[in-house]
């Protein structure tokens, strides 16, 4: 009997071990497994380098993947809209996770999120509906709003423009949010508003910057992907030659969705021939991609994912205007700060449609159709 209860004993002893151990092997795979996502992201048109929207989106998710000791992320560069299906499909099929950013694939999105319902969708700028997809949606407006105010408190000229891709949602916001913003600053500036109809044509971007430009305008604000960078380059040769004549840049870009400064900065000669080094971006309408993206992302791992609709405004650090302006003096810098402080307190709220900015009888001095 004594032989039996020590038997019996030795039997518990070793199935609590083996329960245990079972137990911290199946707590250990979880953990590998967090560390082992496979994260798949598919840009637009514009590339992983189009220095703007989508360059923001791959740089924040190889910023998080780098940080959390994922796996190198899949990036599959959409060439054609024709592309867009196949490139969502291919990404799903080989990530745990799919970033998509930009309005063209929210057709696509919706019938591939339907397809892989044990993948997560993160989806930058448009809300689809799916227990599995995580919409990302900015305040474009607010960002705008302080990309007007700069450029209505900079120009000399009394004018200002802005040029967008397509009159989609995000683009519009940004347009409209400019517009309320260089009234703001001054009620009678004048405005040249236009949509180039594209993301991806530099030299359609630089064709309208130059047309801006003789009309009178002395900054524009783009926000128009690749089209951008158009507006940019001509504004540099434009740099080049006020340098030399004046000693002073008199033709400025505000950039969009990442500080485009960098992209701004040209060589040239003043007045005096003297080798000089400048940045025609005077600031950018900054979408912090990085946060939203960081943000699911460690939900995501924390097992607390969330679908649908997620807001990023002023108040959430989503947008905002860089921390450095180096082509912004003193004066404008305070108005700016207080500018922000008003859009966070609530004190002054910015609308997102050209509609909504009619009904409010704000339009006047607008070259082009909101």
């Known amino acids: 009997m004594k032989k039996l209860r020590t038997l019996l004993t030795i039997l518990i002893t070793l199935s609590l071990v083996i329960v245990g151990c079972s137990s911290k092997s199946k707590n250990d795979n979880k953990t590998d497994n967090s560390k082992g996502y496979k994260i798949g992201i598919v840009t637009g048109e514009g590339g992983a380098k189009d220095k703007s929207f989508n360059q923001a989106n791959v740089e924040a998710i190889q910023a ?43 057709k696509e999105l919706t019938k591939i999120s339907a397809q892989y319902k044990d993948k997560k969708f993160l989806y930058i ?29 900079k120009s000399k000229t009394g004018k200002v423009g802005f040029i967008g891709g397509t009159k989609i949602p995000p683009v519009e916001r940004f347009g409209i949010g400019f517009v309320q913003g260089a009234k703001a600053a001054n009620k009678d500036v004048k405005i040249m508003y236009n949509y180039s ?34 507006v940019i380059s001509e504004a540099k040769e434009r740099g080049v030659l006020d340098m030399s004549k004046g000693g002073e840049v008199s033709h400025w870009v505000v950039g969009v969705d990442k500080d485009q400064y960098e992209e701004g900065i040209f060589k ?13 971006v005077l600031t950018s309408a900054v979408k912090n991609i990085e946060v ?38 003193d004066d404008i810098k305070g108005k700016l700060t207080k500018a922000i402080e008003e859009l ?13 900015l009619k009904a409010k009888g704000s339009v006047t001095n607008i070259e082009g159709e909101l």
């Open 64 to 106: 998080w993947v780098k940080e959390n000791g994922a796996k190198d992320p899949v990036v599959i560069e959409t060439k054609t809209q024709s592309d867009l299906s196949s490139n969502v499909q291919n990404a799903a099929k080989v990530s745990d996770i799919i970033s998509v950013a930009g309005y063209e694939f929210e």
């Open 125 to 153: 700028d448009t809300f689809v509906e799916a227990p599995n997809i995580a919409s990302l949606i900015f305040k474009e407006q607010e960002a705008g709003y302080l990309a007007g105010y700069a450029a209505a408190l």
């Open 197 to 230: 109809g594209t993301f991806s044509d530099t030299n359609k971007g630089k064709t309208l910057a130059a047309t801006m430009y003789d009309s009178g305008a002395d900054v524009i604000f783009v926000a128009a992907g690749n089209t951008g960078n158009g």
């Open 268 to 280: 040239g000669k003043d007045k005096d021939g003297k080798e000089v080094q400048k940045s025609v």
């Open 292 to 329: 939203a993206v960081t943000k699911i992302l460690n939900e995501i791992k924390a097992d607390k994912f969330q679908n649908g609709k997620h807001i990023f405004g002023i108040k959430e650090n989503g947008v905002g205007i860089p921390k450095e302006n180096p082509n912004l003096n």
């Open 344 to 356: 966070k307190s609530g004190k002054v709220e910015i609308v997102g449609t050209g509609a909504e």
